[in-house]
């Protein structure tokens, strides 16, 4: 069984930055897509960022692109979301995802197409 766990969630104030990471146990990491999605309390979980399974591409919702980044280090299993001039609404719980499909082409952005998901960190901006 794959198990995906987040840290690095916080609380912090309006402007600032926290980096999220994701770690991966089990399977082949390197030749899965990965995503962040976040849920905000009473909201749907939404994409926020992805990135190919060669790292070599990165997708982003309108309303973070620009100030999060999203990498992955193949080597130790783990993804990562640098967040940066935070807002309060980007208060949410983040969770990492992995691609149901290895090595897919192009890289999606619907919840329903990844199949291990994470177990969340919170991220709380104060304004």
């Known amino acids: 069984q794959v198990q995906l766990v987040e840290s690095g969630g916080g609380l912090v104030q309006a402007g600032g930055s926290l980096r999220l990471s994701c770690v991966t146990s089990?399977?082949?990491?390197?030749?899965?897509?990965m995503a962040w999605f976040r849920q905000a309390p009473g909201k749907e979980r939404e994409f926020v960022a992805a990135?190919?399974?060669?790292?070599?591409?990165?997708f982003y919702a309108n309303s973070v692109r620009g100030r999060f980044t999203i990498s992955r280090e193949n080597a130790k299993n783990s993804v990562f979301l640098q967040m940066n001039s935070l807002k309060p609404e980007d208060t949410a719980v983040y969770y990492c995802?992995?691609?149901?499909?290895?090595?897919?082409?192009?890289?999606?952005?619907?919840?329903?197409?990844?199949?291990?998901w994470g177990q969340g960190t919170q991220v709380t901006v104060s304004s």
């Open positions: 990135i190919t399974w060669t790292g070599g591409n990165t």
């Open positions: 089990r399977g082949t990491f390197m030749v899965y897509n």
């Open positions: 995802a992995r691609d149901s499909k290895a090595l897919r082409v192009p890289t999606v952005t619907a919840a329903s197409e990844y199949n291990y």
